[in-house]
């Protein structure tokens, strides 16, 4: 319910594209690493795995996308290691749910995909 809202958000942003989507761990690196996103939005809490390490992995690709964390585990520590892993924004779901889409619309147009990785 959380994702069809967001992705209806999302879909209203003019010069935004959602290009993929997953719903485990592992399909949401191969997902990122494959279509190269510019920005991604990942939950801390992921089916096969936690959208940390998620965030952690595609970090690790440079370079790596913008990573937006959405989250209702939004407690300091959270927060805290999310940034440390790489990420540019984390919110609360309950409070900053609307942030995203913000955040998006104030990114300049057009956001250019990753650049081809090299092998």
């Given at each position: 319910?959380?994702?069809?809202?967001?992705?209806?958000?999302?879909?209203?942003?003019?010069?935004?594209?959602?290009?993929?989507?997953?719903?485990?761990?592992?399909?949401?690196?191969?997902?990122?690493?494959?279509?190269?996103?510019?920005?991604?939005?990942?939950?801390?809490?992921?089916?096969?795995?936690?959208?940390?390490?998620?965030?952690?992995?595609?970090?690790k690709d440079r370079p790596g996308p913008?990573?937006?964390?959405?989250?209702?585990?939004?407690?300091?520590?959270?927060?805290?290691?999310?940034?440390?892993?790489?990420?540019?924004?984390?919110?609360?779901?309950?409070?900053?749910?609307?942030?995203?889409?913000?955040?998006?619309?104030?990114?300049?147009?057009?956001?250019?995909?990753?650049?081809?990785?090299?092998?």
């Amino acid at each position: 319910m959380v994702r069809d809202r967001l992705l209806a958000m999302i879909s209203e942003l003019p010069n935004v594209e959602v290009v993929g989507q997953a719903d485990v761990a592992f399909e949401a690196i191969h997902s990122i690493r494959r279509l190269r996103p510019a920005v991604v939005v990942l939950d801390i809490s992921m089916p096969g795995g936690s959208g940390m390490y998620v965030l952690e992995t595609v970090k690790k690709d440079r370079p790596g996308p913008m990573v937006i964390m959405l989250t209702n585990f939004a407690h300091e520590p959270y927060r805290q290691k999310c940034l440390q892993l790489g990420a540019d924004y984390f919110f609360d779901k309950s409070t900053e749910f609307e942030r995203v889409t913000q955040v998006l619309r104030d990114l300049p147009a057009p956001v250019e995909p990753c650049p081809a990785r090299q092998p």
